[in-house]
């Protein structure tokens, strides 16, 4: 790079990809004053595998390269980069030598930049350092220590300032009234015994309770404990699953103060508690559309980072199930002796998007006409809710609606005959998770499964073998989706071809541990790595890859109210490609792990 001029005008190139475009122009122009501009034909080798790393990057500025790997005497296609992508960067992951040979598929132009100049960038520019990272590891790119999203904040940060306030059991309510005036505050903890509302005065005033009463007879139940160091999320997640307004702080199982869903909004900018409660009172159907959206409008605001999944997934959980629940009853359809349970996405609690969840009927007795009715009912009442089909396989009433003896009979026949009964449709079945209602039903399915599988020890390698009828694509290159064999397509199918085989293989290690019915994939998968400390690299690369599927497929179907299912690689970032890549790479050894696991099990058993 002989001048100042054609200086810049790589500088501007760079600047247009990442990770030089993190990096400021003063840095960048110091970058390529070093380096070099250099044209290959096509056909011709930029680097060789296992050989040492030469003094430089190559920033592709025009045409294609192909990396290759030579593994037991063949050759194996690995990536396809183009204009703004480096060959060479895994040195800046640890490796000693280029882990691939770089073929050019045309006649290309590269920079030669100098790997030590640009070494000490990554240290002074942390985008750029987990753009690097990201060829590594598919979830360290998104995350932004800078801006930490209430998953990383502490309830004690936002309540720190707020007094303590609490009275004994035997204090009167006048003279807790008195306290709460003086707090200005509308609620007062009893100890870790329960909480006192205004609203609990107002009523007790209306019902012309005594002065001399004492709190105890009219607070309402404990609120759930937190500990100093939980997070503003999982503080929302104790309140949602106790149906409570309140947390009790604590420190070593001593009462510090009462934490209310307002103490949480400024976190928030909403108040994901009151969301819940609205949706618990809501009038009617038209109320539950406008709840319904303004749901998922929280959802996608607080969707900042694949780490921000878990929590939010569970919320949405709470918000399909109390949603699905307000409805049953306005339709009049409650009943006692039903357990109204989740499947599919929605039973491993996945679904973030407006997709419909996926519902199925226990009933009790034999009568299920009325659960059909109420069944079809449900589903029209979610459309009219603003919620999307769910996707395929899809089920009619006859299979979703059964009695006890009914689904224990089922999963009886598709754990011992799978073939038979094409047991494949029915996987996403075995998520079934009770919502509400009669628990005891669904446990009752649960522990029959249970007992058959223990039985039938070669179901488990029907599941592993089916994990492998998809594999994940290569690469994506100029908006299309690469695969191995160098076939391209225009569409990316997030959950046919990535996340379908880690939620199957999570299905797999899950049943293999003796949780085969109601499961998350997240919780399958750490329950295999806390099982097989050896491979545990494996296990916790997927279950990061499962968190950044799930934050793109939320994130697509929140914003262009869609299942997500599918993306164009249109929409995806050069960011969220290269997370997308390591991903592949991680599910592709999730798979292998898998497969080998079941060759030796099987030559083990001969």
């Known amino acids: 790079m002989q001048t100042a001029a054609i200086g810049y005008r790589v500088a501007d190139f760079l600047k247009q990809h990442p990770p030089f475009n993190s990096i400021e122009e003063p840095d960048l122009l110091s970058l390529v004053a070093h380096g070099r501009v250099k044209f290959h034909e096509s056909d011709e080798f930029l680097c060789w595998q296992n050989t040492a790393y030469s003094p430089h990057i190559f920033v592709i500025q025009q045409g294609s390269v192909s990396l290759w790997e030579e593994a037991n005497g063949k050759e194996h296609l690995r990536d396809v980069r183009g204009p703004g992508d480096i060959i060479g960067v895994e040195r800046f992951l640890g490796s000693q030598s280029y882990p691939y040979s770089a073929k050019t598929n045309s006649d290309v132009v590269v920079y030669a930049l100098a790997a030590a100049d640009f070494e000490p960038l990554l240290a002074k520019y942390p985008q750029a350092r987990r753009y690097v990272d990201a060829h590594a590891t598919a979830g360290g790119v998104y995350h932004d220590a800078a801006r930490p999203g209430v998953h990383e904040k502490f ?104 934490i209310s869903a307002e103490d949480l909004q400024p976190a928030f900018g909403d108040n994901p508690v009151a969301i819940l409660h609205e949706i618990a009172d809501a009038p009617g159907i038209d109320a ?68 419909e969840p996926e519902i199925a009927l226990l009933c009790h007795d034999a009568d299920t006409a009325r659960g059909h009715q109420a069944l079809e009912r449900l ?88 994990c492998l009828s998809e594999l994940p694509p290569l690469t994506f290159f100029q908006d299309a989706v690469v695969d191995e064999s160098g076939e391209r397509t225009e569409v990316f199918a997030l959950q046919l071809r990535a996340l379908g085989p880690i939620v199957e293989v999570g299905r797999v290690f899950g049943i293999a541990n003796q949780r085969v019915l109601g499961s998350s994939t997240l919780e399958r998968l750490e329950l295999a790595r806390s099982r097989m400390p050896a491979n545990e690299s494996i296990f916790r690369e997927a279950i990061e890859t499962l968190r950044v599927l799930l ?33 592949f790479r991680a599910i592709h050894n999730l798979l292998e792990f898998t497969f080998n696991r079941l060759a030796a099990e099987a030559s083990s058993a001969s």
């Open 155 to 258: 309830v004690a940060d936002l309540a720190r300032h707020s007094p303590s306030l609490s009275c004994s059991p035997d204090c009167t309510v006048t003279g807790a009234a008195q306290l709460m005036r003086t707090a200005n505050t509308d609620a007062i903890a009893v100890g870790l015994q329960g909480v006192l509302t205004a609203r609990d005065i107002v009523t007790w005033a209306a019902d012309g309770g005594s002065p001399s009463q004492t709190v105890e007879h009219i607070m309402g139940p404990p609120p759930p404990t937190v500990a100093l160091q939980t997070s503003v999320s999982d503080c929302v997640l104790a309140m949602s699953r106790a149906n409570s307004n309140f947390v009790a702080l604590t420190a070593d199982g001593v009462f510090l103060r009462l």
């Open 551 to 583: 934050y793109l497929q939320a994130r697509t179907g929140l914003r262009l109210n869609e299942t997500g299912t599918e993306i164009l690689p249109l929409q995806l970032s050069r960011l969220d490609r290269q997370a997308l890549k390591s991903g």
């Open 379 to 466: 589903r029209a009442d979610l459309a009219a809710c603003g919620y999307l089909p769910h996707a395929a396989p899809d089920f009619d009433n006859e299979i979703l609606c059964a009695t006890v003896a009914t689904w224990q009979d089922r999963f009886a026949e598709w754990i011992r005959q799978p073939i038979w009964t094409q047991m494949y449709r029915a996987r996403p079945l075995f998520d079934l998770r009770p919502a509400w209602g009669d628990t005891a039903l669904w446990q009752r399915v649960e522990e029959s499964a249970r007992e058959v599988i223990r039985t039938e020890p070669s179901f488990q390698k029907v599941l592993a073998n089916d």
């Open 288 to 355: 539950l559309r406008l709840l319904h959206r303004r749901a998922r409008t929280f959802l996608l605001e607080q969707l900042t980072e694949p780490a921000s999944i878990d929590w939010l997934a569970a919320f949405s959980d709470r918000i399909n199930i109390s949603i699905a629940k307000r409805l049953t009853e306005l339709a009049g359809n409650t009943n006692g002796q039903w357990t109204w349970c989740l499947w599919g996405a929605a039973g491993r609690c996945e679904l973030l998007v407006s997709a």
